[in-house]
């Protein structure tokens, strides 16, 4: 974590990578965790790109600390069918954010995160 980040109590990251995230993680779940806490933040969100992979390891580390976790996914988005491959700029791919609120919202996250990893 650096020290330019903002210590407002009611501030609240909303957009982190940890190292479970495949192209640009550099947070550890722990640390994210234990600083948070330390800076008073009532919550912390992780959204890394494509999967949940961290999502039980952060939830057990944030509440741990009484801090609440916000388990997210950034995921990208395909014209038709995801099993097409169209060849784009590398900027003009479409990404969006994915949280969830209640039970049908998480199973909703949850299998759209999902469903690329299993083929066919």
């Known amino acids: 974590m650096t020290e330019s980040m903002p210590s407002d109590p009611r ?3 909303l957009h982190l ?6 192209l640009d993680g550099a947070c550890e779940i722990k640390q994210l ?3 948070a806490a330390r800076r008073g933040m009532p919550a ?13 390891n952060f939830y057990h ?11 997210g996914c950034e995921v990208y988005v395909a014209k038709g069918s995801r099993m097409t491959v169209e060849r784009t700029r590398p900027r003009a791919i479409p990404m969006a ?3 969830a609120m209640g ?3 998480t199973r909703a996250r949850d299998r ?9």
Do not use: C
């Open 97 to 99: 954010g994915a949280a």
């Open 11 to 13: 501030f609240v990251h």
């Open 33 to 35: 965790a234990e600083e």
């Open 103 to 105: 039970a049908t919202g």
């Open 61 to 71: 580390e944030a509440t741990s600390r009484n801090v609440k976790p916000i388990i």
């Open 44 to 56: 912390v969100a992780v959204t890394d790109h494509g999967n949940l992979f961290a999502a039980q």
């Open 112 to 120: 759209g995160a999902t469903m690329p990893w299993n083929p066919g």
């Open 17 to 22: 990578h940890t190292d479970y995230s495949l």
